[in-house]
């Protein structure tokens, strides 16, 4: 398998052919010490003043770093499914085998930093449904009065949860809107950023 590495992943790793290899070694070290920790500005700072570029350089490159690193590791691909990935950036026979050797001999650590990072949350079973729709009362002899039930089966640390919810179809509409802008607004530039500073 191998990763698919967007355009800006690859403008962000377009730095490193551009410094010397030990300069590479040590943005692999900051990267899985930025997993660890957390990411540290004053880092990114005095690198820039050794390099003379700016910070925001520095930061760029060991993000994605990060990015191809963790990537690999979740996908745990084989050794020439990321010599591969790696090819066509375009780098040096050199700096693919040094980032080769810096996924090989972090991705056990990182899958582990991973797993701790998950968050512990109830996954999706199966979902059971229906739909009711009250067609007179009482007092309304002629009223359409529609409803669904909906029973959501869950599963959290091997116990099975169910819930019970009900609702008009036109919330559910408005649900379903959000959650498809929701996800719209998952595919930009700004979120994607989050979401793998987040990672």
């Known amino acids: 398998m191998l990763l698919d590495l967007s ?6 790793l377009a730095f490193l052919p551009q410094v010397d290899s030990a300069v590479v070694a040590e943005f692999g070290r900051i990267a899985v010490e930025f997993l660890r920790r957390g990411s540290n500005p004053k880092i990114y700072e005095s ?3 050794k390099l003379n570029v700016s910070s925001d350089t520095v930061q760029h490159g060991v ?7 963790t990537e690999s590791s979740k996908l745990m691909i084989s050794e ?10 375009g780098f040096s026979e050199e700096l693919n085998k040094l980032l080769l050797q810096l996924y090989l001999d972090n991705r056990k650590e990182i899958r582990t930093i ?5 968050p ?3 996954s999706y079973h199966s979902l059971e449904w229906r739909l009711d729709v009250q067609l007179a009362s009482r007092s309304l002899r002629q009223q359409i009065k529609p409803s669904v039930t909906m029973k959501l089966h869950l599963n959290h640390s091997g116990d099975h949860t169910t819930k019970i919810l009900q609702t008009d ?8 809107q959000q959650l498809e802008q929701v996800l719209e607004e998952m595919k930009t530039n ?10």
């Open 7 to 12: 355009e800006e992943h690859k403008e962000h």
């Open 114 to 118: 991973l797993s701790e990072l998950a």
């Open 190 to 199: 700004h979120c994607r950023r989050v979401v793998r500073n987040i990672k």
């Open 169 to 176: 179809p036109a919330t559910l509409l408005h649900l379903v």
């Open 80 to 89: 020439l499914d990321f010599q591969d990935s790696v090819f066509v950036l």
């Open 47 to 49: 690198a820039a003043r």
């Open 120 to 122: 512990d949350l109830p």
């Open 63 to 69: 993000e994605g770093l990060i990015y191809l690193l």
